[in-house]
């Protein structure tokens, strides 16, 4: 039987070229149905450098939408033949750095549950560093990134039912220009959403 990533990962390339011809022809999401005054909105980081903090340490008052963002989701990886070796980067294929111990599935789907609608969990991209290395964005192309970051987050986000994602890259490489960096990021924000795995 296929693993769970094996499929991801054959439904992603199934799709891809539909998503590309999505994407590049610019689809725009559907306008929100929803009516009536709108609440205060709330965002809060969590589970950065592993500091033990629970979704429920975090108080949620009923009439506000609180956004639980979990930081950070990286594409490095260590090496695991040289433990020593810093972090490289994996061109889109992202690794879970949060606190995974207290920030696990089963608590995040506690917290929406224990809501009232009004808790929704997002993770991070980048962010500043990665084991004391700067988290710096890297592609190899926009392609390769783009369908590299589209499966692996894939899992992580069905794995741990979230609804969004937020950006926080803070360093870029030398070939990675802004346009390269918007392009890669637009790709995958359309396809993401295109393919029903995030809300926001």
């Known amino acids: 039987?296929?693993?769970?990533?094996?499929?991801?990962?054959?439904m992603v390339r199934a799709f891809f070229p539909f998503l590309l011809i999505f994407v590049v022809h610019g689809a725009t999401p559907t306008a929100s149905a929803a009516s009536g005054a709108r609440r205060p909105l709330f965002r809060e980081y969590i589970g950065a450098d592993n500091k033990n903090v629970?979704?429920?340490?975090?108080?949620?008052?009923?009439?506000?939408?609180f956004h639980f963002i979990l930081a950070f989701a990286i594409d490095y990886a260590a090496d695991?033949?040289?433990?020593?070796?810093?972090?490289?980067?994996?061109?889109?294929?992202?690794?879970?750095?949060?606190?995974?111990?207290h920030l696990t599935p089963a608590a995040i789907a506690a917290a929406k549950h224990?809501?009232?609608?009004?808790?929704?969990?997002?993770?991070s991209?980048?962010?500043?560093?990665?084991?004391?290395?700067?988290?710096?964005f890297r592609a190899s192309s926009v392609d390769a990134w783009v369908g590299n970051a589209i499966v692996s987050l894939t899992d992580i986000i069905t794995t741990?039912?979230?609804?969004?994602?937020?950006?926080?890259y803070e360093h870029f490489g030398e070939r990675e220009t802004?346009?390269?960096?918007?392009?890669?990021?637009?790709?995958?924000?359309?396809?993401?959403?295109?393919?029903?795995?995030?809300?926001f």
């Open 1 to 10: 039987m296929a693993s769970r990533a094996q499929m991801i990962t054959t």
């Open 54 to 65: 629970t979704l429920a340490d975090v108080p949620v008052h009923p009439g506000v939408d």
């Open 80 to 101: 695991p033949a040289n433990a020593s070796a810093p972090p490289c980067p994996t061109d889109g294929r992202f690794v879970v750095y949060w606190d995974d111990v």
């Open 160 to 168: 741990y039912g979230l609804d969004g994602i937020d950006i926080d």
């Open 125 to 136: 991209l980048g962010g500043d560093t990665v084991l004391g290395a700067n988290a710096t």
């Open 178 to 199: 802004p346009e390269v960096f918007a392009e890669c990021i637009g790709q995958l924000v359309r396809a993401l959403r295109a393919l029903g795995v995030i809300s």
């Open 114 to 123: 224990c809501s009232n609608g009004n808790v929704r969990v997002a993770l």
